[in-house]
Structure formats: C-alpha cells, structure tokens
C-alpha cells in the first residue's frame, strides 16, 4: 500500500527532473546540431551536415583577435580578483570593528543588475575622464563582477584553516610572511588555482557590463553580440559551440582542482587527529 502510494509521487519526481534538465540542456544540443548544418540560414529544418561553419569561424582573424582580448582580460582579472579575495579572507580572520559590514559589502556586486553596474562604470568613468577600453573600463568592470565569487570560493576554505599551524611556527621564530609563505600558501594552493580557474570562466563570459566600458574593443561575446546585430552570420552557431567548449574546460579544471583541494585538506585533518 505505501509502495503504490509512492510510485505516482516518483513518476512525477521523474517528469520534473527531466523537464528542468531537458530545459538547461536542451538548447545546447540545438545549438551543436545548428553548428553543423549545412544552411546559410540559422535554424530548422536540417540540410545536411558540414564542417564548413567551423572552418569559416577558424579563418576569421577578428572572432580570434577577440578570443585572445578576452583570454587576456580574463587572465588578468582573474588574478587580480583572486589576490584581493586572498587578502580580504585573510583580513576576516582577525577581528576589527566593522567585520561584520566587509562581506555584505564584498557580495554587493552580485546583487545589483549587471545593466546597473555597467550604466554606472560608465557614468563613473565618463565623469573621472578615464577613457573606455579592454584595459581600462573593461578590467575594473570585470574585477568587480569576478571578486565576490572569488571571495566565495576562498573563504569558507581560510576560515577552516587550523591557526593551529600558524601559532606553532610563529613560536619558532617566523614571522608572519614566512608562516604565510611556507604554511599557509601550500596548504591553499590549489584552492586559489580553482579560483583562478573559476573566475577566469566568469571574466571570459561575461557581456553586459563589459559593453558598456570596453569602447570600440571587442571580447569574445562582445564580437559575437555585434555579429548578431549587424548581421545573422551562419557560422555563429559554431562560434558559440567553440566559446562554450572553451569554459566548460576550464570549469572542469577548476572543479577537478578543487575537489583535489578538498582531498588534501580532508586528508591533513585525519592525520591530525589521529
């Protein structure tokens, strides 16, 4: 009786899950099956399969002038967020008054609408006289979309860290930069890659707040978002199978070094307390 209760509530358990996955994953599919069609124009029905859109997105110099801008951008703020996520984590762990407002204030640019915050860089910008571009604009609006998530990423793992570890060698003679140096950046190494990695995917991706500073430059969605506009390219479906192969390598790196990280810091607690 209770087994036959709970059949209808599986079954509908089942629907749902496959309705939300086939929602997420459904237009991707869409999208690499466009990716091969054979059609000048972008969508149904299918007429015939061809690697040409991929060999015309492979000999277009502007879409790989773009990737390589935003390759560079998302390098460099992905590191410059991870460092300042670093440091702020870090600055958490002491007490100091007003603690309490640094991670509200830190998640804030999660919170605000990405056309909010791009409007605002340009106002911010335009009125302090610096000039729009891919390393001007386009990097402060992408550090400050990446940092949260950085900070996210890197606190739970610094707040758990074993002072334990520092008290000792500071006991011994080290000073705070050496226990950092020798103790604590070994431990979080592969916890600030993944964030490295983890950021890099957001600066990669990331379009509204980027369009309204970068000026005439053009990122990788950028490029793409203008393609679109001026003209529906038939190759913008391989286009955006390439872009989206691109992050989720990434992603997969930074999930795989993370649970990596996880392993280790696992691994050293056991020890301890045995």
Not at 16 to 44: C, D, H, K, M, T
Not at 114 to 138: E, H, K, R
Request: hydrophobic share 60%; proline share 5%; charged share 10%.
């Amino acid at each position: 009786m209770l087994g036959s209760q709970h059949k209808p509530m599986a079954l509908w358990l089942r629907l749902y899950a496959g309705a939300f996955f086939g929602f997420l994953y459904l237009p991707i599919a869409v999208l690499v099956v466009l990716s091969f069609n054979n059609s000048a124009v972008i969508g149904f029905p299918l007429r015939g399969f061809t690697l040409g859109w991929y060999q015309q997105v492979f000999s277009d110099s502007n879409f790989f002038t773009a990737l390589l801008k935003s390759f560079g951008v998302g390098m460099v703020s992905s590191v410059i967020a991870t460092g300042l996520a670093l440091m702020a984590a870090l600055g958490l762990r002491k007490r100091f008054r007003g603690q309490q407002w640094v991670v509200p204030v830190m998640l804030m640019p999660i919170i605000i609408p990405g056309i909010v915050s791009g409007a605002l860089l340009l106002v911010f910008f335009g009125i302090a006289g610096v000039p729009y571009g891919l390393w001007t604009g386009a990097l402060v609006a992408h550090v400050t979309w990446v940092l949260p998530f950085a900070f996210l990423t890197l606190y739970p793992r610094l707040s758990a860290f074993d002072q334990a570890l520092e008290e000792a060698a500071m006991d011994l003679g080290a000073n705070p930069w050496v226990v950092f140096q020798r103790i604590v950046f070994p431990l979080i190494r592969p916890a600030v890659i993944a964030t490295v990695l983890f950021s890099f995917t957001l600066s990669f991706d990331e379009f509204v707040r980027t369009l309204f500073v970068i000026g005439a430059e053009r990122t990788t969605p950028v490029y793409l978002w203008v393609l679109i506009v001026e003209q529906t390219a038939p190759f913008l479906p391989a286009a955006g199978v390439i872009i989206m192969l691109i992050s989720v390598a990434v992603a997969a790196l930074g999930f795989w070094v993370s649970a990596r990280s996880s392993q280790v810091t696992d691994q050293s607690a056991s020890a301890r307390s045995r």
